[in-house]
């Protein structure tokens, strides 16, 4: 059920915006997406389900919104400059997000686990949010490795490679830098920009 799936995380999401994890209510989230209780635990299983889906649907987002920035038009240094934008203002619209870039969680939020729980699910999804869910440092490497595939072209040498690795990852690390103290005028973008045009891209 695809669409009640969708709804319900929706209605978790609008939910999280509203009380804190702990006070969100299972009827609740289920009465809102227009939905069976049944419906809901047949899906996730339990809350611990619900709330794995919820970050895994959230991490999945960030991450085709990394893959837009990435092969949007210009140069490799304007799309590592939007991939950190986009980054950047993510986490400050997305609580989840944040928490998943950053390792700070809040007591309003659910915290999963990171590491894989058993999962009984006949749902692939939630199979599949049962898994390990990213760190900060896998999301650091999963956007960098994907900007290196992305802007290197075929017969990169080795050594440019590296470089282009290094300049991924430094743009990454300055928007997560923007995450945690949010710069001052001119924002992220200077700040990528400046970091860049003394980087091999």
């Given amino acids: 059920m695809p669409a009640a799936r969708d709804s319900l995380l929706d209605a978790a999401y609008t939910a999280l915006a509203r009380r804190p994890w702990s006070a969100v209510r299972m009827v609740d989230v289920a009465a809102a997406a227009g939905v069976s ?3 809901l635990y047949n899906e996730f299983g339990s809350k611990e389900g619900l709330a794995r889906a919820l970050v895994r649907r959230e991490a999945d987002g ?3 919104g990394v893959e837009r ?3 949007a038009h210009g140069d490799a ?9 986009w980054t950047a203002s993510t986490a400050r619209e997305n609580a989840l997000v944040r928490a998943m870039l950053t390792g700070c969680w809040s007591e309003r939020l659910p915290s ?3 590491s894989a729980v058993p999962s009984s699910s006949a749902v692939p999804a ?3 949010a049962d898994g390990p869910l990213p760190s900060p440092g896998d999301f650091v490497a999963l956007v960098r490795d994907r900007a290196v595939t992305v802007l290197s072209g075929p017969g990169v040498a080795k050594s440019d490679s590296a470089d282009l690795a290094r300049s991924c990852e430094l743009a990454v690390r300055i928007a997560l830098s923007c ?7 001119g924002g992220v973008t200077d700040l990528v920009r400046t970091a860049l045009h003394r980087q091999p891209v």
């Avoid at 240094?77 to 934008?85: D, Q, S, Y």
């Avoid at 995450?179 to 005028?185: C, F, H, M, R, Y």
């Fill in 77 to 85: 240094r304007e799309r590592l400059t939007a991939t950190a934008e």
């Fill in 62 to 64: 960030y991450l085709v």
């Fill in 69 to 71: 920035a990435l092969t």
């Fill in 37 to 39: 209780r049944q419906t």
């Fill in 126 to 128: 939630q199979r599949r």
């Fill in 112 to 114: 999963p686990t990171l």
């Fill in 179 to 185: 995450v945690a103290a949010p710069p001052g005028e």
